[in-house]
């Protein structure tokens, strides 16, 4: 079956697979391994091997018999597909504890993810440095995002001021938004949206950890 | 349908939309609001009504005709459904920038949820307080872990140093583990576990936009 990359149609369970795929591979490729197979990709990964092969299948990387996955091949075939060839750059609004620590967090430059500059409304932060990264006014936002052509906003405001921030982010060209307020944005169609919402992430934890407690307990 | 609390069976879409009710619902009743709609809250949360009706039943909530739900008896049910109601504590381990954003979290508090205390292994953090919560040596988990009877565990180290940091945890009477290492840890049955990976998730709004992109280049 032909891999026509001009249209990729990636399950979105094989999506969240492929990262995490990306992350253990360079891993391996540091220690320096050469080659690898679905086998032990898979039980590093707890996955079944077939699901591994079928996941990679949709990158165009090609296993040979035997000796699977030349690593040096397969990172590449993963960095086209996850976009990860090309520079992307974002733009963050909000410096305060989790805008930081996205500003610190090396990972990303991975990727070729790079936050290109954070921008806040408090003086406190203003002018300041996080990481290399300038903190600006968010008043310079939509300036700054015209001329730099930035297309990827990241919201970590409070969430009562995530809805105006958005606004603003659309009508300066932003076409996704990375959002971790723990609000439903309203959003043209046109523009792209991923939320993170840790409080509710950790609370699907707690839940089953206590569905599980009242089941033992009944057994 | 009697809704029995003992055994609680919401299934997964549904224990992904609950916390963000209360979420919302929380900001309502902090701006006077006392009775809300299925209706209004559906429109908010961009959900049919029928959805949330649906959702919010599983909590046990009856609403009214025409009024709708008391917000403060919703709240509590809410909150007794997810948990919020009894303080849970957290051990977190690796004070780095990840693990200094959730220290600072003040939301967690909200949800009476709470980091008693953090572990590094480095020299430069050891004995320091970030919010008010001690940052201390790492050798020390197992023992203060038994002494206080935490059960839930956060690990913010470098995907290196994750699994090690698993092993400790469980051996010190850890049983739910949220993880931010992108790596699949290796845990025992009775452990639970949920993950984190930002790169991942932002690697989805990258696909995704990219995905686009090229669809409507094509149009």
């Known amino acids: ?25 360079t891993r391996q490729a ?24 079928k996941d ?13 996955y030349r690593l040096k091949e397969l990172l590449e075939a993963l960095e086209e597909t996850l976009g990860y060839n090309n520079k992307t750059e974002m733009f963050l609004v909000g410096a305060g504890s989790l805008g930081k620590a996205l500003l610190h967090h090396q990972k990303f430059e991975d990727y070729n993810i790079g936050i290109a500059a954070a ?5 406190a932060v203003i002018g300041t440095e996080i990481d290399g ?11 700054l995002c015209r001329r730099m052509h930035v297309k990827f906003g990241v919201i970590c405001v409070p969430a009562e001021a995530a809805q105006e921030v958005a606004n603003i982010m659309v009508s ?16 043209p169609d046109t523009v792209i949206v991923q939320n ?16 599980k407690k009242i089941g ?4």
Chains 1, 2 share one sequence.
């Open 133 to 143: 990264k300038p903190v600006l006014s968010f008043q310079k936002f939509p300036s």
């Open 1 to 25: 079956m032909p891999n026509d990359k001009r249209i990729p149609q990636i399950p979105l369970p094989t999506l969240k697979r492929l990262p995490v795929y990306y992350q253990y591979l």
């Open 216 to 219: 033992s307990e009944r057994e």
């Open 56 to 68: 990679l299948q949709l990158t165009g990387a090609a296993g040979r018999p035997k000796t699977g």
């Open 119 to 123: 921008f806040d409304v408090s003086d």
């Open 196 to 211: 993170e919402n840790l409080t509710a992430s950790f609370s699907i934890l707690l839940k089953k950890y206590k569905t």
């Open 30 to 53: 540091h220690k320096g391994v050469t080659d690898i197979s679905c086998a032990s990709i898979a039980k590093a990964m707890g996955l079944v091997a077939v699901q591994v092969r």
């Open 172 to 187: 300066s060209g932003i076409e996704a938004i990375w959002n971790f307020a723990p609000i439903t944005l309203e959003l």
